[in-house]
């Protein structure tokens, strides 16, 4: 996978500033996660969009916002709705600043608990 992101053109670096600059400083775009160990570990590209979840000032675990999705071009897909404005304008700056692979915002919003469907009848 990591040669497949090389070779696309994606800038991991830019993608990891410009989180950090528009989400805040607590968000990473480098984590991902590790089926084999149930948590999140570090990884050395963009997979998802996290801020450390603390209690009592220890990190108990990580809030995820989105996921970035390279299998059908290099795509950001969007999980909370109240972090639009800034995926929009991740997305945004990211393309503006690279002149290789574009950057897709992709929302893909759930609400929980799904709310119960109505009588078409």
């Excluded at 574009?102 to 078409?120: D, G, I, N, T």
Aim: charged share 30%; aromatic share 10%; proline share 6%.
């Amino acid at each position: 996978m990591a040669e497949l992101r090389k070779a696309a053109g994606i800038k991991v670096d830019l993608v990891e500033e410009i989180v950090k600059r528009h989400f805040g400083p607590e968000f990473t775009s480098k984590i991902t996660w590790s089926f084999s160990k149930g948590k999140y570990i570090p990884s050395t590209l963009p997979r998802r969009i996290a801020a450390p979840q603390k209690l009592l000032g220890l990190r108990i675990g990580w809030m995820t916002v989105g996921e970035f999705s390279d299998n059908m071009g290099f795509r950001l897909e969007l999980w909370d709705s109240t972090r639009l404005r800034e995926a929009e304008a991740l997305v945004e700056e990211y393309n503006k600043n690279t002149d290789g692979t574009k950057l897709e915002l992709c929302p893909s919003f759930m609400h929980w608990p799904a709310a119960p469907r109505r009588s078409a009848a």
